[in-house]
């Protein structure tokens, strides 16, 4: 594993950066190509894709800060640190979501069928992302023994611990977003409501995530009481989801049928 891939001239081509735009390049053809058989405006799907990557961009960027705000203010100095490197996966997510609510709210595209229409490529953007995670050798997991035949050893890193077997974490995420990203193309077939793919994509990526965070070795992401920071903001994504999943449809039934008749 090396995040220093390769270099042309000054310029230095990184594994997490690369692989987090191969992530987003895929992720916007494919929701391009979704929009197309589906009428959407192409040029309105576009500019929603410069609003939501820069939301999450910046998302994960603030989230990540509040994670170090101890050592923030214990040593202002670190802002020059984090603010190079350090992003937080639930902050892209959060930041992307309201940047693209906020662009359909001043557009004429719909919410919930824009996040329906996403969300399975976004797993599968976050499943090449986190090769990058595992290239730099951040979000890495506990250490193992020696003899744990799934352990992997980092030499070059500059986020985890050099020369000990650790737990794949970056690779387990990476598993599992693609097969998130499976799911949530068979249930796109079935659902019924708006906004319910949707909620099925917060609730499996909020449980996967809550679960692995007990397998992760980077204790620096910060914690709300024994909760790391990623599972405490799990516990209110899934709470979300399943409003998507079971309550919304309910509302949206309600509203047809209370809507007054036209003659």
């Given amino acids: 594993m090396k995040n220093d891939l390769f270099s042309i001239g000054p310029f230095t081509i990184h594994g997490y950066g690369l692989m987090m735009a191969i992530g987003i390049l895929t992720a916007y053809y494919l929701v391009e190509r979704g929009a197309k058989k589906k009428g959407m405006d192409y040029d309105k799907i576009f500019n929603l894709a410069i609003w939501a990557v820069a939301g999450g961009l910046l998302g994960a ?3 990540y800060l509040l994670t170090r705000l101890p050592d923030l203010i214990a040593d202002p100095s670190l802002i020059i640190h984090c603010l190079k490197d350090g992003f937080v996966v639930y902050g892209s997510i959060i ?12 557009s004429t595209l719909e919410f919930l069928k824009v996040f329906d229409l996403i969300v399975p490529y976004l797993a599968l953007a976050q499943g090449i992302g986190r090769i990058g995670c595992l290239l730099a050798g951040c979000c890495y997991g506990m250490q193992v023994s020696e003899n744990n035949p799934i352990g ?3 030499h070059e890193s500059v986020y985890a611990p050099n020369n000990v077997p650790l737990l794949p974490t970056q690779i387990i995420s990476s598993v599992l977003n693609f097969l998130h990203f499976g799911i949530l193309i068979l249930l796109s077939k079935r659902v019924k409501s708006d906004g319910q793919l949707a909620g099925c994509y917060l609730i499996f990526y909020s449980v996967g995530r809550f679960i692995l965070e ?3 070795g980077d204790l620096i992401r910060g914690n709300v009481g024994t909760l790391s920071t990623s599972q405490f903001i799990s516990v209110f994504m899934v ?16 509203r047809g049928t209370s809507a007054p008749m036209q003659e």
């Fill in 152 to 154: 992997i050893v980092f």
């Fill in 214 to 216: 007990y397998f992760r």
């Fill in 61 to 63: 960027k603030l989230l």
């Fill in 95 to 106: 930041g992307g979501i309201l940047a693209a609510w906020i662009y359909c709210r001043r």
């Fill in 239 to 254: 709470i979300a989801g399943l409003f998507m999943v079971f309550g919304l449809p309910k509302l949206q039934r309600n």
